[in-house]
């Protein structure tokens, strides 16, 4: 597997120039940020496809998450969107058809939020092992159930809002 490199961001999201072995992400100084993606995937129904990661994977091993990932060095944010679909669970979209929802500041990164519309069955969907175990569609009222009892990550109420809104 070759190594993965991410950009090195200041606080305000602009590239340092440099960049960090993706092995190194718990050694960011403060200040120190790199890019993440979240898809948000929505069927006509209004449903939400989401993904339960692998029991090994870190962090958050076996829980039920959004689909996304980090974004690689020289990678731009819908580059890396539309690669982590196909990637983790085989929906290929084009460019057009993924829109950006916003962006948060976490505690290493930055979350760029992204939305597309699909409806994909589940036994269409190509589960990428080593990242998912597992994928479901889910209403709005079933997530933020999941979310209460603690069965779907809890990114925080201004990350909802954003998907929601």
């Known amino acids: 597997m070759a190594v993965e490199y991410w ?3 200041d606080k305000n999201g602009s590239f340092t ?3 960090i072995k993706r092995e190194k992400f718990n050694h960011f100084r403060p200040g120190q940020y790199h890019l993440v993606v979240h898809i948000w995937i929505k069927s006509s129904a209004g449903d939400y496809l989401i993904q339960k990661r692998s029991a090994d994977r870190r962090p958050m091993p076996g829980e039920w998450a959004a689909t996304g990932g980090s974004v690689c060095s020289g990678e731009e944010s819908r580059a890396a969107a539309i690669r982590e679909l196909e990637e983790e669970l085989g929906i290929r979209v084009l460019e057009h058809e993924i829109h950006y929802i916003g962006r948060l500041t976490r505690k290493n990164s930055f979350v760029d939020l992204w939305q597309v ?3 994909a069955p589940i036994e269409s969907l190509q589960l ?3 990242e998912v175990q597992d994928a479901k569609w889910v209403t709005k009222e079933q997530l ?3 979310i209460r009892q603690k069965q779907f990550h809890d ?3 201004a990350y909802f809002d ?3 809104g």
């Open 155 to 157: 990114y925080g109420k």
């Open 17 to 19: 120039g440099r960049r």
């Open 162 to 164: 954003m998907v929601f």
């Open 7 to 9: 950009d090195i961001l």
């Open 128 to 130: 990428q092992k080593e």
């Open 144 to 146: 933020l159930q999941m």
């Open 117 to 119: 519309g699909v409806d």
